[in-house]
C-alpha cells in the first residue's frame, strides 16, 4: 500500500485499484441507465428498489455524508466516549472524544510539563524521581484502564514508561497522575501494563534482557547470562503499588503481554522474540528461529510458591512515588523484591510456541483463544486455552527450557487465519464473535471470524497501524462499535508541517458487517496504544474544586489575611494568594540577589473552571497553574537586580489583564526591608 507523495487519495475509496473505482462508476453508470429505464415505464415499485440499489453501488460517494454524520458531535453535546491515547514519546496520556476525535486534555505523566508546572513543583516534582535520579523524559506506550469483574470500570488508567521502567496510575476523577512506580531488574519496560480482569495485578516486561542483578560484564555473554523478568505489580490498592514478585526467565526479548479471562482467568500470557538470544544485528540474528514463545505465566501458582518459600528475596533499589493526603508527591525507596525462578516453582510458566517473532498477544472476550501477532508470520496463530491445559496434562512437551516445558505447537494451536495480511501486530474483539488485528506492512485491518478463523473483511487505514483500539477490545464485554487505528505514517494525509508530519488515529465503524472509515484525526507524539470508555462511566464523577477547608498543603493559606513573606536567611517563602482579579501579595520588596524564593500560591476560588496561573519576567522553570481551593509552589531564584513582574497566566475574568504584581529585587546585603503589600 505504499503511494507515492504527491499522489492524490479519494478519501473512501483509496486503496481500490483503479480498476475496480471504473467498474464501480460503471455500475453506478448501469443503475441510472436501468432506473431511468424503468421509471419510463412506470414500474414505480421496482424503480424504489433499483433506486436503493444505485444507492448501495454507489455507497463510495453516499458514505461521504453519511461518515460526516457519524463523527458529528453537535456544539454543546458530548461524545459518547473518552479515549486514552498514550503520547508515545511525548512521554504523555492524552484523552479525546469519540466518535468526534477531538483533544481534550494532555495528562502530565512521565515528562515534564511546564503547561502546568507538573515535574517542576514542589508538589509533583519528585513524582519523576527514579533509581538513575531525576527523570523529566519517557516513552509511553499502553493506556490501560483498571477493571472489576473483567470490565473497564473507570477508576483509573495506568501507562507504562519504557525508557526507565515504570508505571503510572491516573486518577479518573481528577485525571491526574497520582503514582508511579519503577520496575527494578527491566530495561525496556515494553510489556506493560497490562492488567488482570479484576485489578489485582498489572504486569510489567522486560524488553531487553540484562545482567540480573545488573553488573558490568562484557555485552557479547549475553547468551545464558543476560536474563529476562516478567514483573506483577500490585494494583488495586491506590498509593500502594508495589512489585509483588518477579519470574525470572530465559534472556529473550519480552514483548507484550495480555491477561487470561473467564476460564483462563489466574494466567497472564506474553510474547517473546529473540529467542536465539542474540545480542547483535537482530534484525537477523533474531529472526532464525522458525517459533518464538508466547510465556503462559500461572500466578495464582506463584502465588503459592511464594507462600511455600520457594521465592527469594532479592536486593534491588527501585522508587516507589506517590501523591500524599495533602497532593504532595512523596517518594519512598523499596530496598528488595520477590524473585520467582520458574527451576524452583513447577507449573508456574509454559512455553506456547508461536511463529516467527510474535508481537501482540490478545485474549479473546471468552478468555479461550490466545492470538498472537507473528510479525514476520505469514499467518495468526490462536492457541486454545483448553488444549494448552490439556497438553499440560498430558505433559505434552517439546523441550524443557530453564525449568519452562514448551508445549507442542500441534496440541495447543486452535487455528490459523490464513492471509490475515502483511505484518500482524495487534488484535482486538467487537464481542460478536469477530476478531480484528493489525496488519503493519499491507496498511490494513482484517476482520475475521472466530472459530471458522476465516478472513470476512478487510479496510485500508493510513498508514503502517500499529495497534487498534476498540473500546473494551481486550475486556470481557467490548463495546463493539468503534474501532480506531493508530498508524505510525500519516504522510500524505494532512497538510505537510516541515519534515515531522503529523501522527494520526483513524476511526472506523464496525457496527456494521463491513468496516467503514469515518475519520483521520491528529494525535499527539506517536499513539501507541489507546482505551476507551462509556463517558457516563467517568463524567458524571469529576472533581471540581479542592475544598479549601481540606488543603493541608503545609504552605496553603486559608484566605488573603494569611498571605504574607517570610524570610528564612537567603530563603524567603511568599504565600500567595489568587483570586479573581489580584494576588495578594501584588507588590514585593526587600528580595535580594542570591535569595531562594519560593511562590506558595493558593487559588481560593471555590468553583469549578476558575484555574488561576502564575509566572514571573525570567522565569527558568514553568508555569504554575493552580486548581480552586490547590496550593502549587515553585522556586524562582532572581539573579539580577531590577523589577520583576508577575502575572496570571489563565485568562480568568474580565479583569484578568489586571491580574499582576511586582517583586523588587536589590544586591545582595542592602538595607531594603522585607516588605508586601495585600491591598487591604
Ligand atoms: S507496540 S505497534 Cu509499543 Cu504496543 Cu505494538
Ligand atoms: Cu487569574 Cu487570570
Redesign the pocket.
Known sequence: MTRKRNQKITDLSPALPLDTLTSIKQSITMNTLTRNLLLGIGAILLAGATLFACQTAGTQRVGDSDAAQKVYVPPGEHDEFYAFMSGGFSGQLTVYGLPSGRLLKTVPVFSHFPENGWGYTEETKNMLNTSYGFAPWDDAHHPELSMTDGVPDGRWIFINGNNTPRVARIDLTEFETTEILEIPNSAGNHGSPFITPDSKYLVATTRFSVPVPNRDMPIDEYKGNFKGMLSFIRADQPGDMDVAFQVLVPGYNYDLAHSGKGPSYGWMFFTSYNSEEANTLLEVNASQNDKDFIAAVNWQRAEECIEAGNARQMPSRYLHNYMDEAHIAQTEEKTSVTVLEPANCEQLVYFLPTPKSPHGVDVDPSGQYIVAGGKLATVIPVHSFEKMQQAIANEDFETVIDGIPVLNYESVIAGEVENPGLGPLHTEFDGKGFAYTTAFISSEIVKWELGTWQVVDRIPVYYSVGHLMIPGGDSQQPAGKYLVALNKITKDRYLPTGPELAHAAQLIDISGEKMKMLLDFPTMGEPHYAQAIAADMIKDKQVQMYPLEENTNPYGIKGEGEARVERDGNEVHVYMS?I??HFAPDNIEGIQVGDKVYFHVTNLEQDWD????FAILGMNTAELLIMPGQTRSLIWEPKTEGVYPF???????AL?QE?QGYVRVSKASNNVPLAFGTGN
Open positions: 489568587t479573581r482579579t476558575i484555574p488561576h496561573g502575572y496570571c497566566t489563565d485568562f480568568c475574568s484578568h491580574m
